[in-house]
């Protein structure tokens, strides 16, 4: 009897032993995809730094580009009315 109980010991030790084994890789994938998480999360917050800036930028220059847009206008509606009024004369 005492042989077979060492037998079932060394089998439930056995599988015990491979569950450890298969719980440790699942815990190494965890920690691999926890650290492709937070990469992903500092690049997605550097992305935002990024477009936050650029947003900013944006707001800057299109009071400039209005401003040279008008301007614009301003010249070719002159240069309009300067060549009908040599035409005319």
Avoid at 13 to 22: A, Q, T
Avoid at 31 to 39: I, N
Avoid at 45 to 53: K, L, M, P, T, V
Wanted: glycine share 6%.
């Amino acid at each position: 009897m005492s042989d077979q109980l060492e037998k079932r010991i060394d089998s439930f030790e056995n599988k015990m032993d491979r569950n450890f084994e298969k719980i440790t890789e699942v815990l190494t994938e965890l920690a691999r995809h926890d650290e492709r998480v937070d990469d992903l999360e500092r690049r997605v917050g550097a992305n935002e730094d990024d477009i936050s800036d650029i947003s900013k930028l944006v707001r800057d220059n299109t009071g400039v580009a209005k401003f040279a847009d008008r301007i614009f206008w301003v010249f070719v509606t002159g240069a309009v009315g300067l060549l009908f009024f040599f035409l005319r004369g």
